[in-house]
């Protein structure tokens, strides 16, 4: 199935932990993204990639770090865990947006990963 | 920049009624408009999108959403939901001709249907 899929679905890691959440998508989108839901169901952008390249680095502590070795994957990479962090990350891929192109521009999602710190 | 604001944050509806979910947006430049849609314990889904053209939009699951530039506004509606319509619907923000600029969520509506 073509899609954009993210793992684990569930994680569950004490505080002061490092762990990591895969994003792949074989939808050939050049562009994939993170962003991180709270509690309160509020999205925010984390971060975005467009052809293995960082576009887009929103104001996040600098324990997150993304790697993308691909254009089709696109991983997050967490460091010294903290309480805050829990929230649902998700991947999502797009479309290369080129001014005056056309294109879907929409987001196509993960299911999320639902992170909690304990 | 751009922001989005949807103005409820719950609207509870009686299955087979109509519903609006209400959006305005704010933005200097021209903008393209998203409505989303996420099941509980799933990501989020495209409903449908405004780029340019008519300004009634009609999306999935019978939805419809109708720009308005002069309001800023771009609410969704649907004239009979179902039971299978609950679900927490964001609506979104995208500078047009841009291509690094993202998209912007607003904070949900969670649409609660009664039988």
């Known amino acids: 199935d073509t899609a954009v899929s993210q793992t684990p679905k569930y994680l569950v890691t004490q505080m002061g932990n490092d762990k990591s959440i895969k994003c792949e998508q074989n939808l050939g989108h050049d562009t994939m993204y993170w962003y991180k839901q709270d509690s309160k169901k509020f999205l925010k952008i984390m971060f975005s990639?467009?052809?293995?390249?960082?576009?887009i680095n929103e104001t996040v502590p600098n324990r997150f770090s993304p790697k993308s070795p691909d254009k089709a994957h696109l991983n997050l990479h967490i460091n010294s865990l903290e309480l805050g962090d829990s929230a649902v990350y998700f991947c999502a891929s797009s479309q290369a947006w080129r001014i005056g192109g056309t294109g879907n521009y929409g987001y196509t999602f993960g299911s999320g990963t639902r992170l909690t710190v304990v | 920049a751009q922001s989005v604001t949807q103005l409820d944050s719950q609207v509870p509806v009686f299955e087979e009624a109509p519903v609006e979910l209400r959006c305005n947006y704010s933005s200097s430049v021209s903008v393209y408009l998203f409505w989303y849609v996420q099941y509980p314990n799933q990501g989020l889904q495209l409903l449908l999108k405004y780029l340019s053209g008519s300004t009634l939009v009609k999306g999935i699951n019978g939805f419809e959403a109708e720009f308005n530039k002069s309001q800023t506004s771009f609410h969704l509606r649907k004239p009979s939901v179902h039971i299978s319509d609950t679900a927490e619907y964001f609506c979104a923000v995208k500078a047009s001709g841009s291509s690094a600029s993202k998209i912007i969520f607003g904070s949900g509506t969670r649409l609660s249907i009664r039988p």
């Open positions: 990639y467009n052809n293995k390249e960082l576009i």
